[in-house]
């Protein structure tokens, strides 16, 4: 069964409002560690988060680029070309990974700030952090790699809107490689949220004993803006699972993988969410940012507001 024209409307606008919505919030936050990444690179929080940040814009321009055009046309109007459709859907698997893995490091990072405090300022120091960074995003180049040279290649089926990953390959060692990023992604969602459980026990336990000094309550708040992170890749995870096996028949099949577009798309808006509703550094760059824009005397407010935003950045 095609899809009616109201059909490909309907859900093509359910990609596009929020997409755009997360994608302008990611533009703020990202304009916000740039002002005040002098301060904000010192911390290991900041130096995973605005990578994580980083792979929601790619997720968001591919979702704008690709999954909106090709759901309300039905048409690839890109080709089929490495340059304009395989590489930003390459692109899109290593963004995904990307997001799977740096919140699994800062939920480390959160952990170890409670259970081991001195390990972690020597492992998570700026330049632990950096290392560690750049082993995840190693490591998540071989992944891609892999899949790509097993014959594993993303797609976006522009007649059933959703991204898939299309396999030609049926050789043992390749359903393994399969089975194991499959059950890695399964895994982490679930022992993120395991780890935070313990960290509130741990707060929980030691919150009578001890007097908690402004160190820890700043470790404290940055915890809290980590937690929806594991939450809601985990409800991701179950989406991907559980929605493709409703009984939906008909058109209401096309809502279906909406639906899991629209749990990824909301999953990569929660971080700036976050940080602009509770982080105070971020929210103090960003109204720096605005105000650097907006509050320029009248007749040269374009031409002010631009020379300040570069004398932040010299």
């Known amino acids: 069964m095609e899809p009616t024209l109201a059909i490909r409307v309907t859900c093509a606008v359910l990609i596009l409002v929020p997409a755009m919505a997360g994608f302008v919030l990611q533009i703020v936050v990202t304009i916000a560690f740039l002002i005040g990444w002098k301060t904000m690179k010192n911390n290991s929080f900041y130096i995973i988060m605005v990578q994580i940040i980083s792979c929601n814009i790619c997720a968001l321009f591919l979702d704008l680029y690709i999954a909106f055009p090709l759901t309300l046309t039905g048409t690839q109007y890109m080709g089929d070309s490495i340059l304009l459709y395989r590489g930003p859907l390459f692109l899109e698997g290593v963004a995904f990974h990307g997001l799977l893995l740096l919140s699994f490091l800062l939920t480390l990072n959160r952990a170890a700030a409670f259970f081991f405090p001195e390990m972690n300022d020597d492992v998570f120091s700026p330049k632990g952090t950096t290392i560690l960074s750049t082993g995840v995003w190693m490591y998540i180049s071989i992944i891609v790699i892999l899949d790509y040279a097993f014959g594993c290649e993303k797609q976006f089926l522009k007649d059933e809107f959703y991204f898939r990953y299309h396999c ?8 393994c490689f399969a089975n194991f990023i499959v059950y890695q992604s399964y895994v982490i ?100 940012a605005f105000s650097n824009c907006f509050h320029s005397s009248a007749g040269n407010s374009t031409r002010k507001g631009y020379c300040r935003v570069l004398k932040i950045y010299k």
Request: proline content about 6%.
């Open 189 to 288: 969602p679930p022992t993120m949220i395991l780890l935070y459980v313990l960290v509130y026990v741990r707060i929980r336990l030691s919150y009578h004993a001890t007097t908690r000094g402004s160190n820890t309550q700043v470790e404290v708040r940055f915890l809290w803006q980590t937690i929806p992170l594991g939450i809601l890749l985990s409800i991701q995870m179950i989406s991907f699972t559980m929605l493709p096996k409703l009984p939906v028949s008909g058109y209401g099949r096309f809502f279906v993988t909406t639906a899991t577009n629209l749990v990824t798309i909301f999953n990569n808006m929660t971080p700036p969410t976050i940080l602009l509703v509770y982080n105070r550094d971020i929210r103090k760059y960003a109204r720096q």
């Open 168 to 175: 030609e390959c049926t050789l043992s060692l390749r359903l």
